[in-house]
């Protein structure tokens, strides 16, 4: 557990305090605040369609927006310290450390998704007293499922990122081809069924039709081919 | 230790063409030549950081190594930052206290974060990094680069203690080559693409020979070459390698150059390692 406790201080502790606030807390109270504010607007409307609004932009665009800020900064991290010069010396395979990076990101996700159970809840618990569900426990129970779906369906994009990163040394290329892929995601994932790009696996979850393990098979696919990769990157 | 053959190249440039050097244990050993020579190239191939090299390389797995321009983890302290490097690389986190005791970095310093860390304290928590290595060998490429003197001799004295310990041998490479040529056994000279090795001491043991560097180069030389007591002189640059007189002691030459007034900075009995270097590359 030390090495992955280093892993963690590695990070800006103002980085990971907006990370955690940024993609659970601000959301929710802003969500929060169009609801009370607007409120007559949404009175009597259903129920599902803020469960449902609120779930999309995490599986759109804030968990993998998430992913990638994390994972730039891990990689950033080990640039500045030059690891990936100092590690050739004695290293011959990088999946110790890959691993690492993916189960920090992945412990940030767990966080995240734990607070947005928490703060959808509330939501659904205040919206519900103005609005229509016919079973308000049964919508809970689905949009909470629907986050966990949501969490591990952006496993593969950890690694994907991670050997992006790696791949790309300058910062703001990295960033610019992920947004890119990002935004090329949304409307090919929801037109469509070909589901090969680990961006819109959030969207993928979501679609009726496909859920989560219809993508284990693609998804391990590119966990494989990304390990493979960045390990051959930083031997090279 | 032996480095055989080693031919490398960045694309058309060739940096090293069947390149040999055999190194002896418990040696410490300067690697000096000028700028784009190839001394952090040759340190990296031993290190093992370029692979693609032609030539072989034996018995130096693993080195100790220290780089220019000295980067760790900012928001881990300076323990930390060694602590996961020897989780890294399997060594016994043990080692760490008695690395950072050798160079001195007190407990205190040693919890701070590194971002706190004065260039100073940078480069000993470089060296100490370097020396926590399970191989037997140490690669230092600039160590004394903007330290203070104090720091620098503190260091100096770290490696000494750090090779009489282990009996590792240790290579430094360094543009500051009065800084390092008292802790130096050899002088590892790199050009031509070759490496020449130099026992820049071996002049110690020939009493008559002394090394004075002069403040005015040409206009001393002249009268030196008069001098009775000299039988022969080699300069390089301002420096001079003066032969006495069988006859002749170092107190006369002395009172001489007094008396001449030529003004000198430094005698050394043993070669400065500048004059190695002037003589052998700028030549």
């Known amino acids: 557990m030390y090495p992955l406790y280093l892993e963690f201080k590695k990070l800006n502790r103002k980085l990971l305090l907006f990370v955690v606030l940024g993609f659970s807390s601000i959301p929710f109270l802003a969500t929060m605040l169009f609801l009370v504010v607007d409120k007559a607007s949404f009175t ?17 665009l804030l968990y993998p927006l998430l992913v990638l800020v994390m994972v730039q900064a891990l990689v950033e991290a080990e640039r500045k310290a030059k690891l990936f010069t100092y590690g050739r010396s004695y290293r011959r395979a990088w999946f110790d450390l890959l691993w690492r990076k993916a189960a920090v990101v992945f412990g940030l996700l767990l966080l995240v998704t734990a607070l947005n159970l928490i703060y959808n809840f509330l939501l659904l618990q205040t919206a519900s007293e103005f609005m229509e569900a016919a079973n308000l426990g049964e919508l809970q129970r689905e949009s909470s499922l629907n986050f966990i779906a949501l969490l591990f369906s952006f496993i593969p994009l950890i690694f994907f990122q991670l050997m992006l990163s790696i791949l790309v040394k300058k910062t703001g290329i990295s960033y610019l081809l992920s ?28 679609k009726p039709g496909v859920g989560l393990f219809s993508l284990v098979p693609i998804g391990t696919l590119v966990i494989l081919i990304s390990i493979f990769v960045a390990n051959y990157t930083l031997k090279k | 230790m032996v480095l055989e053959n080693i031919s490398f190249g960045y694309g058309e440039k060739r940096i090293f063409d069947q390149l040999n050097v055999q190194l002896k244990p418990s040696n410490i050993y300067g690697l000096i030549g000028p700028n784009g020579v190839g001394k952090t190239t040759l340190m990296s191939i031993i290190a093992g950081i370029f692979r693609n090299y032609q030539g072989k390389v034996h018995g130096m797995d693993s080195p100790g190594l220290l780089l220019q321009d000295i980067a760790f983890y900012h928001n881990l302290s300076g323990k930390e930052n060694l602590r996961l490097f020897c989780l890294d690389r399997k060594i016994d986190p043990a080692k760490v206290d008695s690395a950072l005791e050798m160079v001195d970095i007190n407990p205190h310093m040693a919890s701070q974060k590194f971002s ?30 903007a330290v203070d003197v104090d720091t620098t001799r503190s260091l100096k004295s770290a490696i000494l203690r750090f090779r009489d310990q282990t009996q590792k041998t240790i290579i430094i490479s360094s543009h500051q080559l009065r800084q390092i040529e008292d802790i130096l056994d050899a002088c590892l000279l790199l050009k031509n693409q070759q490496l020449e090795e130099h026992d820049h001491r071996a002049a110690a043991s020939q009493q008559k020979l002394i090394y004075l560097s002069l403040d005015q ?16 002189i080699i300069m390089a640059e301002s420096i001079a390698e003066i032969q006495l007189r069988p006859n002749a002691s170092l107190s006369q030459l002395l009172t001489w150059l007094e008396e001449k007034s ?15 270097y002037t003589q052998n590359i700028i030549r």
Request: contains cysteine; aromatic residues 10%.
């Open chain 1, 44 to 60: 009597d409307l259903p129920l599902s369609l803020i469960a449902s609004n609120n779930v999309g932009t995490w599986s759109a």
């Open chain 1, 179 to 206: 947004i890119l892929l990002l935004i090329l995601g949304i409307p090919i994932a929801n037109l469509t069924n070909i589901m090969v790009n680990p961006f819109s696996f959030g969207i993928a979850v979501m």
């Open chain 2, 116 to 145: 706190v860390y004065s260039q100073g304290y940078k480069q000993r928590l470089g060296i100490a990094r370097s020396f926590l290595t399970d191989g037997n060998l140490v690669l230092l490429d600039e160590p004394f680069t």
């Open chain 2, 217 to 232: 180069g040409t206009d001393s030389l002249q009268s030196l070459q008069q001098c009775e007591y000299v039988s022969a």
């Open chain 2, 262 to 276: 030529i003004s000198w900075n430094r005698l050394d009995r043993k070669m400065p390692l500048e004059f190695l």
